[in-house]
């Protein structure tokens, strides 16, 4: 009896095995990304930024053109690779430590001058790469080799809330703050994911979805814990939902 192909790989993805620690979304998210890539029928003239932290990896999993950027500097190089060649499609893959720490001023102007770009921002709430150091979205009391009694606003000051700086920006068409510890989440990111890609395919302005993730090796939980803790503390902190959408419906 033959049997008809229900699932399989995104043909964006490398094959290559992900060598992410256990229980990361990084290779959830890298998924969606393929599939939204596939679907949109844009895998031969993608191309992709990936900057330094645990995203740079990213280069290696995904089989599309790219290239690495310096420490926050990938929507400069986005920028420019989006403007040499506007008829490519140009994404940038970013944690927090990279988008919100020394790339912030990156980010807020490729935002507000509207450029024709894709950006997919991963919120651990710690340095994932470099040893677990406090980021500038680490939660009020929580402990990072950095800040080993807890995050004091006295001290460290308070949380970034990327996603809400940037709605006040006029050049952003698709904003968006999402997670993937559910099924239904999952099914919801996807879905923002392709409208961020739209919004640079429908040349109307920047797009970035930023994803709420685990990283439990840094944070000392298992896996499951961290779904639990994210759900329980990150979700409270970063509110999910859509915060700019110039887009409109898609399917």
């Known amino acids: 009896m033959a049997y008809a192909e229900r699932f399989k790989a995104p043909t964006s993805l490398s094959g290559k095995e992900f060598t992410y620690c256990p229980g990361c979304s990084h290779g959830i998210v890298h998924r969606l990304i393929a599939e939204v890539i596939d679907e949109l029928d844009i895998q031969g003239k993608t191309i992709m930024v990936a900057p330094v932290g645990c995203s740079v990896f990213a280069y290696e999993f995904f089989d599309v053109d790219g290239t690495v950027a310096a420490h926050g500097r990938a929507p400069a190089v986005a920028t420019g690779i989006k403007r040499a060649s506007p008829d490519n499609v140009v994404f940038t893959y970013q944690g ?7 790339g912030t001023a990156e980010i807020i102007h490729a935002a507000n001058r509207g450029e024709r770009i894709t950006t997919i921002f991963i919120n651990n709430a710690i340095y994932g790469m470099t040893g677990g150091q406090m980021a500038p979205t680490t939660l009020l009391g929580m402990k990072t080799t950095t800040t080993p009694y807890g995050r004091r606003e006295n001290i460290e000051g308070y949380p970034i809330h990327v996603s809400e700086v940037l709605k006040e920006l006029s050049g952003v068409a698709f904003l968006a703050r999402t997670k993937v510890t559910t099924p239904q989440d999952v099914i919801k990111t996807k879905k ?8 640079q395919l429908n040349n109307i302005g920047f797009g970035l979805v930023e994803v709420l993730s685990t990283c439990p090796t840094n ?3 298992t896996p499951i814990e961290s779904m639990k803790w994210l759900e329980d503390n990150m979700v409270k902190e970063f509110p999910l939902g859509v915060y700019v959408d110039k887009v409109g419906e898609v399917r």
Do not use: E, R, T
């Open 96 to 102: 927090d430590g990279d988008l919100a720490a020394i």
């Open 192 to 199: 923002y994911l392709k409208k961020a890609f739209y919004a």
């Open 219 to 221: 944070w000392g939980l």
